[in-house]
T-cell receptor, first 120, second 109 residues
């Protein structure tokens, strides 16, 4: 299957600093990538949909000025957590949607390995 | 909003069979996915159903009934490595995935 990477895998930062997380599709082009957040023992919550060349679409309750998303190319999306606070500590996971072939509505997403953010 | 329900926890014995149910009420439907997620790792794809019926893939099978808003994941011949969280996710019309809270399966010897 398609491979999605994330960098860094783990980051610890001080409160008030900004952290950038990269999500790359390694062997395919992804016009759409998704950013999720997962708190311990909870499921994945979609934060935003990242579209190459256009502004991201944020889910209700997610602050777009705090979680900056840039989808600069067909293989790279970045999430920047600005002025991070301890409550932002979480597991951040990206996924990339494989564009279905003509006539195929299959909608599979491939997930990156996740980034564990700890804000002190 | 989207409503996807699945049991929180299940426990089974090695070699046994476990069935994880998922019911959903969503604003759109473009298929249902099951993912496996080990602690601290990203989800990995297990199965996809878009039409009613049973899809079998080795030890794992998944069933869908669109009229009932119901799916199940069947795990056969359980192995210790199957201990994980299993996520039911519905693909809604704009190709976003909405996830259930996940079912933690513990396999005991």
């Amino acid at each position: 299957g398609a491979v999605v990477s994330q960098h860094p895998s783990r980051v610890i930062c001080k409160s008030g600093t900004s952290v950038k997380i990269e999500c790359r599709s390694l062997d395919f082009q992804a016009t759409t990538m998704f950013w999720y957040r997962q708190f311990p023992k909870q499921s994945l919550m979609l934060m935003a949909t990242s579209n190459e060349g256009s502004k991201a679409t944020y889910e209700q309750g997610v602050e777009k000025d705090k979680f900056l998303i840039n989808h600069a190319s067909l293989t790279l999306s970045t999430l920047t957590v600005t002025s991070a606070h301890p409550e932002d500590s979480s597991f951040y996971i990206c996924s990339a949607r494989v564009v279905p072939a003509v006539g195929d509505s299959y909608n599979e997403q491939f997930f990156g390995p996740g980034t564990r953010l700890t804000v002190l | 909003g989207q409503n996807i329900d699945q049991p929180t926890e299940m426990t089974a014995t090695e070699g046994a069979i476990v069935q994880i149910n998922c019911t959903y009420q969503t604003s759109g439907f473009n298929g249902l996915f099951w993912y496996q997620q080990h602690a601290g790792e990203a989800p990995t794809f297990l199965s996809y159903n878009v039409l009613d019926g049973l899809e079998e893939k080795g030890r794992f099978s998944s069933f869908l009934s669109r009229s009932k808003g119901y799916s199940y994941l069947l795990l056969k011949e359980l192995q210790m490595k199957d201990s994980a969280s299993y996520l039911c996710a519905v693909s809604v019309n704009d190709y976003k995935l909405s996830f259930g809270a996940g079912t933690t399966v513990t396999v005991r010897a």
